[in-house]
């Protein structure tokens, strides 16, 4: 069929949960049948969301083919269950940077290049392409920042164009607002919804649905006050209010309709659809067997969202293991001095990413306490280089081993920078990026988190960052107990490549990763070593509540790694069946 465009833009503030919304209505659609993409539009000048700082930005997500982009992609690819690419988050200074280019060789013939036709040309190619390059049946298009804001307008008036370019039965506009409670008055009000939605008609475009956000269930008459005011049927007013877990909002919108709603207003068929997969998850995290608590010792602990995946991907393992994941944010600034006793609280301690000196001694500690206190630690890229530091400095007794990111005087500079890093000299999508490969070492704990298949013991797992561990302190790290568990393949030989992951055989769970695998964790496919780690971390509470349950706790486990998981995965999509 021809291809389809939903568009999704949002008003009133920005953080409404957009993404989660078209994530959202891309699962319903997936559920149906049909080949879906998505696409992120940021309207920042940046060339990509790379050289941001997490405290603002949130997240910086990355895809297979090395692009760093918004952490809605990342959401799209949880919520979907598909790899996206870099082709999935335009931004400004992408678009303006084509056209400039382009203008330089020429191929405006003299023309004066203007924002209309040549950037809003630009930005609808792009949307198509998207398209193009997967063969998608229907792509989501979600319009960042608020209908109002200045840098937005060019987008708009794209997507205005393209229903004119594409027709009206393949276009659908969907506008995400605001329904604040004012307990003053104990009462919604719509005016901002009202103001919103007459913002995006200035500009061209009639919103064809809304879904209206709000902390609890709006009152079943207040879509028609709101379909008065806003040129849309009160049918087609949808309420996404606040929920348990993202993972309930398929089944929130689809409950009220909107996978009919999406199917008359695109002229598709009526199809059965099947998301038992999300209604398995979301009654598990109602009704989970288990709570494991977790700490998370990190950089930027004040905003969430600059971990979001890793949250994702902890709340996947928890559900393989029909268990919820209670998380404890820690300052790593709070643990360069002082008491750790605290952390014995704890079933598991997890040391995230981030780059610069700030926290790392706290890190380093942590790690140290976890791995002197037998408490499960998975480590994350620079959760991986600080474990390495603590062990090269308390157990090889290197004196003030460090990495040369943080100390360019260390004596011993056990973590240093890659080989193909040494002359960059830009910062914005310089370091290893994306998908990598990882050969693995059997009889390893992480081969039996992965096992992996083929002669090579090869998986992959998405990359970002610029230093490694230095080979010339492997053998050293080795021969005083550290197990090197995978490495880059196709290097100088077997054990010689980058190392890419650690873990210590006598500890009940020290697993160490270069990589960032929870980029590429699923709803109904955890991240293997998340997973095990939040094994590790139930069985750790287990021990700690009744030690004479520990040898069970450990047979009724020993086999969760290799079972199935809870439903078909949401790639396997139904066949359409017409009702």
């Given amino acids: 069929m021809q291809t389809k465009y939903i568009f999704v833009t949002g008003g009133v503030v920005s953080s409404l949960g957009k993404g ?15 080949r879906v993409t998505s696409v992120k539009i940021d309207p920042y000048i940046n060339l990509d969301a790379g050289t941001m700082r997490p405290y603002e930005h949130g997240e910086v997500f990355v895809t297979a083919d090395g692009a760093e982009t918004d952490l809605d992609v990342g959401t ?27 203008e330089r060789r020429g191929e405006y013939l003299s023309q004066t290049v203007q924002v209309i036709p040549h950037i809003t040309d630009e930005i609808q190619e792009r949307i198509r392409a998207a398209g193009k390059a997967v063969n998608a049946e229907i792509v989501l298009v979600e319009v960042g920042g608020t209908v109002g804001d200045i840098e937005s307008l060019p ?100 409950q009220q309709g909107m996978g009919r709603f999406i199917e008359k207003k695109l ?32 950089k930027y602990v004040a905003m969430p969202d600059a971990y979001i995946s890793l949250m994702e991907s902890l709340t996947h393992a928890g559900i393989a293991h029909r268990s919820t994941i209670d998380v404890t944010w820690i300052n790593s600034e709070d643990c360069a001095e002082g008491d750790l006793s605290h952390l014995k609280q704890y079933d598991g301690i997890l040391v995230p990413g981030g780059f ?29 280089q600080v474990a390495v530091i603590e062990f090269a400095r308390n157990i090889v007794k290197l004196e003030s081993a460090n ?19 040494l002359d960059v000299e830009g910062m914005g999508g310089t370091m290893r990026l994306g998908d990598w490969p990882m050969q693995i070492e059997k009889g390893t ?50 054990g010689k490549g980058l190392v890419e992951a ?39 509470q287990a021990l700690n509540k009744n030690p004479l349950a520990a040898f069970e706790q450990g047979v009724a486990n020993q086999n969760v790694t290799n079972q199935e998981p809870v439903k078909a995965e949401i790639t396997e999509l139904p066949k359409k069946d017409i009702i």
Avoid at 20 to 34: E, F
Avoid at 359 to 383: D, F, H, Q, S, T
Avoid at 521 to 529: D, E, H, I, M
Wanted: with cysteine.
């Fill in 356 to 384: 610069g000196h700030r926290g790392i001694e706290g890190k380093i500690r942590v790690a140290g306490y976890a791995r002197e206190n037998n408490i499960p630690y998975l480590g994350i890229c620079l959760g991986m």
């Fill in 20 to 34: 989660v919304s078209t994530a959202s209505i891309g699962v319903l659609l997936r559920a149906r049948g049909y």
């Fill in 76 to 102: 799209y690819e949880r919520f979907l269950g598909i790899d996206l690419a870099r082709n999935n988050n335009i931004t400004t200074g992408r678009i303006y940077k084509t056209v400039i280019e382009k």
């Fill in 502 to 540: 650690i873990e210590i055989a006598e500890h009940p769970f020290f697993v160490a990763v270069q990589s960032h695998p929870e980029f590429k964790s699923r709803l109904s496919k955890a991240s293997p070593p998340f997973k095990g780690f939040v094994q590790a971390a139930l069985e750790h």
């Fill in 155 to 254: 987008f708009l008036e794209a997507i205005r164009q393209m229903r004119f370019n594409e027709g009206k039965e393949n276009t659908l506009y969907l506008h995400v607002t605001l329904l604040p409670y004012l307990s003053t008055s104990e009462e919604f009000k719509t005016k901002p919804t009202q103001h919103s939605v007459a913002n995006l008609r200035s500009v061209g475009v009639q919103a064809d649905g809304l879904i209206v956000r709000s902390d609890t269930p709006m009152p079943e008459d207040m879509s028609k006050k709101i379909a008065l005011f806003t040129n849309v049927e009160a049918r087609d007013v949808f309420n996404a209010y606040n929920a348990e877990h993202v993972y309930a909002v398929p089944e929130i919108l689809e």
């Fill in 403 to 421: 990495s040369s990111e943080f100390d360019d005087y260390t004596p011993h500079p056990v973590i240093g920078l890659m080989p193909e890093q």
């Fill in 445 to 494: 704990r992480l081969f039996d988190l992965y096992q992996p298949t083929g002669p090579d013991n090869i998986v992959t797992e998405r990359h970002r960052h610029r230093y490694e561990v230095n080979p010339a302190y492997v053998e050293q790290l080795r021969e005083h107990g550290l197990t090197i568990s995978g490495v880059t393949p196709g290097m100088e030989g077997r």
């Fill in 267 to 298: 002229e598709l068929e009526r199809v059965t659809r099947n998301i038992a997969t999300w209604q398995e998850a979301f009654s598990i995290l109602q009704k989970p067997d288990r709570t494991a608590r977790i700490a998370i010792v990190g």
